[in-house]
Nanobody
């Protein structure tokens, strides 16, 4: 049974930074591709970033490209999302997700259906 626990969310002013963390337990972390998604009130859950098993390949949503960095530490069973220059439109609940090793094409990794496990979410609020 895979469990994902996010942390690091909070309230930050526009232009500030946050680093979100997500720890996986229950299975071998290095066998999962990892992703971050976010969902604002009244909106669809949208892709933010993902990273492959070894951390060698990363994809980002256009909205966060250049402002965000996804990384993983397989020794710590943790994936991170560093968010810089935050904007009010970044306000959302951020979820990490795990997908079994396999197809890592961007077109599939940006879909929620690719991921088998989801965390509980962590709130990010960016004030103007």
């Amino acid at each position: 049974q895979v469990q994902l626990v996010e942390s690091g969310g909070g309230l930050v002013q526009a232009g500030g930074s946050l680093r979100l963390s997500c720890a996986l337990s229950g299975r071998t972390f290095s066998t999962y591709n990892m992703g971050w998604f976010r969902q604002a009130p009244g909106k669809e859950r949208e892709f933010v970033a993902c990273i492959n098993l070894t951390g060698g390949t990363r994809y980002y949503a256009d909205a966060v490209e250049g402002r965000s960095t996804i990384s993983r530490d397989n020794a710590k069973n943790t994936v991170y999302l560093q968010m810089n220059n935050l904007k009010p439109e970044d306000t959302a609940v951020y979820y990490c997700a795990a997908a079994l090793a396999g197809n890592f094409a961007r077109q599939v990794m940006v879909t929620t259906t690719r991921y088998a496990y989801w965390g509980q979410g962590t709130q990010v609020t960016v004030s103007p």
